[in-house]
């Protein structure tokens, strides 16, 4: 079993959608949780930290469950250069990150 | 200029053959990594190092080396290249003292290992 897993889609959906992308964790001592972004044959960059609390970017709303080990990221108002590989990502601890296969938006005109 | 730079950014290469990826940082931070990414698997490292003098492995550093020549530069050595070593390679750097610990990647290289 991974130690990160993510659905890996596609998620197919229209402009202005609203979609949520779930990602489980095996390990209880993770710390900290990212989630980023990967164009395709591009490097994977930072799109957002995730928070206990939760946390909101403009359109990109991040929420963390310890008890469940599962991370969230809700994108309202789909765009089309929303359309990529979202990648959730856990801090073991110090540099440890480990990093899901990633979850594939299509946002259609 | 980009932060984080990686020479060459595509490689095709016969089995057996030594080869070396470069990776380059402006950023300043003494943390550097070497990851590979292969369809439906997500990054996995190589290896790491926090320091000059630094060198650690990985999950995978198997088949692999590097060097760690100074602060900004780390390459990744594939003594003899075998074609499952197939797959985008990137480096990635981070600052120990940032508040969230994140890593920033250079653009990758495409290895294709004949």
């Known amino acids: 079993r991974k130690e990160v897993e993510q659905d890996p889609g596609p998620f197919n959906v229209p402009e202005g959608a609203t979609v949520a992308f779930n990602c489980t964790y095996s390990?209880?001592?993770?710390?900290?949780f990212f989630w980023y972004r990967q164009d395709c044959r591009k490097e994977p960059k930072l799109l957002m930290s995730v928070y206990s609390s939760g946390n909101e970017d403009g359109r990109f709303t991040a929420q963390l469950n310890r008890a469940s080990q599962y991370i969230s990221l809700l994108i309202r108002d789909s765009k089309l250069s929303d359309s990529a590989t979202y990648l959730c990502v856990v801090n073991r601890g110090s540099y440890k990150l480990i990093f899901g296969s990633g979850t594939r938006l299509l946002v259609r005109p | 200029d980009a932060d984080v730079t990686q020479t060459p950014r595509n490689r095709i290469t016969k089995t057996g053959k030594r080869i070396m990826l470069e990776c380059s940082q402006t950023?300043?931070?003494?943390?550097m990594y070497w990851y590979r990414q292969d369809p439906g698997l997500g990054l996995r490292l190589i290896y790491y190092s926090f320091d000059v003098k630094d060198i650690n492995k990985g999950e995978i550093s198997d088949g692999y080396s590097v060097s760690r020549q100074a602060q900004a530069k780390f390459s990744l050595s594939l003594e003899s290249a075998i074609p499952n070593q197939t797959a985008l390679y990137f480096c990635?750097?981070?600052?120990?003292?940032?508040?969230?610990?994140?890593?920033?990647f250079g653009p990758g290289t495409r290895l294709l290992v004949l």
């Open positions: 990635a750097t981070s600052d120990p003292l940032a508040e969230q610990e994140t890593q920033y």
């Open positions: 950023k300043g931070h003494d943390r």
């Open positions: 390990n209880s001592a993770s710390q900290s």
